[in-house]
């Protein structure tokens, strides 16, 4: 029976009323078997209109014979009797019900898209997720969620852009830079030797503070950046398979965190539409980035890097809360 972790949130109106009724609601579902809630955790709002309140956050997991797009059509019809309206992307809302995985299920559609094509950056997700559901795994990838949690916590907030072209890769971190102050880099995936002059290093063309080597074990890029802030590298070249190594550059602050697999779209299946996603070969976790518009994609990236690094406080002591 596959194993489905949904994600709620509220920011408007008493949401934690609202968030018990979701959840009582959805425990009544006769196809909803085992269910596990997790605690409450209060989160600042990230990315959408400014002055909005901060978010109550959770999720729940169970097992179910469901269809991924059935449990889509319980989580819609929950959102319409508790007043969901949806008027702007990101802005404040009574209620927000996600799938997020759904047993070993990869794929999208016009309606639904798993795993949910953003959560590998959402720390308000992975965090309550390992309340009661941290052995479940990501299919693409493989990865169990407390090993994706903890992976996230361990280094810069951090992406390396992979796929479509150099240009796009390079005014899209020009963006970043001119507009958001993100620090943006090339990490080219076998760095030339370092040249010499008169028994001296020559100067380096990368920003300050950035180092980009290569792992000889493993022929992948190593990204050095000596502070905490959040940064893109512009290209990167494949991380390494072998679990040992994926294990020891998964604690390594200054290896990116997540690959954005950079894609493009037709214009009507942009936002509200899901996004649409599709099978990794990596063995990296992954965050899915539309760059039709080039601006939009900038402010995704800025929002997954502070999605990474969340503040986040629990407000209840358990996943009774909702009883």
Known sequence: MPQCLVSFGSNLGTRQSLLTAAVGELSRIAAV??????????????????????????????????????VLGWLQALENRLGRRREKRWGARCIDLDVVLHGNLIG????????????????????????????????????????????????????????GDAATRAELCRRLRDDHDVLTFAGDPLPEPMAVIANVP????????????????????????????????????????????QQQLSADRCVPR????????????????????????????????????????????????????CPLQPVTVDGQWWR
């Open 33 to 70: 078997e085992n269910l596990r809630v997790s605690r409450l955790y209060e989160s600042p709002p990230i990315g959408g209109p400014s002055g909005q309140d901060p978010f109550l956050n959770g999720v729940a997991a169970f097992d179910t014979d469901a269809r991924a797009l059935q």
């Open 258 to 309: 997540l690959i954005a697999r950079m894609q493009w779209t037709r214009p009507e299946e942009r936002w509200p539409a899901p996004h649409r996603i599709w099978p990794s070969t990596s063995t990296w976790p992954e965050y899915r980035l539309e760059v039709d518009d080039l601006d939009w994609a900038a402010g995704e990236i800025v929002s997954a890097l502070a999605s990474m690094r």
């Open 202 to 245: 020559a100067a380096s063309s990368q920003p300050a503070g950035v180092r980009a080597t290569a792992d000889t074990t493993s022929g992948s890029a190593r990204i050095t950046v000596d502070d905490d802030s959040p940064w893109v590298a512009a290209s990167v070249g494949p991380l390494p398979t072998s679990p040992e190594l």
């Open 108 to 163: 999208g559609s016009s309606d639904l898209t798993v795993p949910h094509p953003r959560y590998t950056a959402r720390r308000f997700v992975l965090l309550p997720a390992c309340d009661v559901a941290a052995d479940y795994r990501d299919p693409r990838f493989g990865w169990t969620l407390r090993r994706l949690s903890e992976h996230l916590a361990a280094g810069n907030a951090s992406l390396a852009l992979a796929g």
